[in-house]
């Protein structure tokens, strides 16, 4: 005779594959806030002018802000850094989305911190808009790693 859970009024094994599927679940969950990563690596592109298309009204970044504003003294150096720091920002958004969907919460966690600092050059900045398309991001970033820390991933 199996024993019951009480109150779930399942045996064990159906608790363990419920379990299971539930893990599988917030995985998922996580990869699908990881895919952030690569949205949020995508409008830094239209918003640095790596792209031909040059849309900075939502998406500025708050570092290529301080540049713009306070890089003026390097000279003709000026616009090169503004884009080896833009492609910087991608290259760590990009790879910061493959290792999250491979299931590290660091990576998220690195995220939410990256944003963080940037939130507030934004507010430095007064780039209002910019800084709740950030928000938005550390939300859904903040998602992606609490459903690795429910699915019980250690990494």
């Known amino acids: 005779m199996e024993i019951l859970n009480v109150g779930a009024g ?35 592109a239209l918003g640095t002018g790596l792209l031909p ?25 000026h616009a090169i850094v503004l884009y ?13 989305g493959f290792i999250g969907r491979g299931g590290h919460r660091w990576a998220f966690l690195a995220g939410i911190g ?10 430095m900045m007064f780039s209002i808009w910019a800084f709740g398309v950030h928000a938005f991001f550390v939300y859904r970033w903040y998602q992606g790693q609490s459903a690795l820390k429910e699915a019980g991933t250690s990494a």
């Not at 301080?66 to 003294?73: H, V």
């Not at 080896?84 to 910061?96: R, Y």
């Not at 990256?114 to 507010?123: G, K, S």
């Open 10 to 44: 399942q045996t064990n094994e159906e608790q363990k594959v419920a379990d299971e599927h539930r893990r599988t679940d917030l995985r998922a969950d996580s990869r699908n806030d990881a895919n952030f990563f690569f949205l949020a690596a995508g409008l830094a």
């Open 53 to 77: 298309i040059r849309l900075n009204f939502l998406v500025n970044i708050g570092l290529i802000d301080l540049l713009l504003f306070y890089g003026r003294p390097l000279g003709q150096l």
């Open 84 to 96: 080896i720091v833009a492609g910087l920002w991608l290259v760590v958004l990009l790879g910061l």
């Open 114 to 123: 990256l944003y963080a600092v940037d939130m507030i050059a934004l507010m």
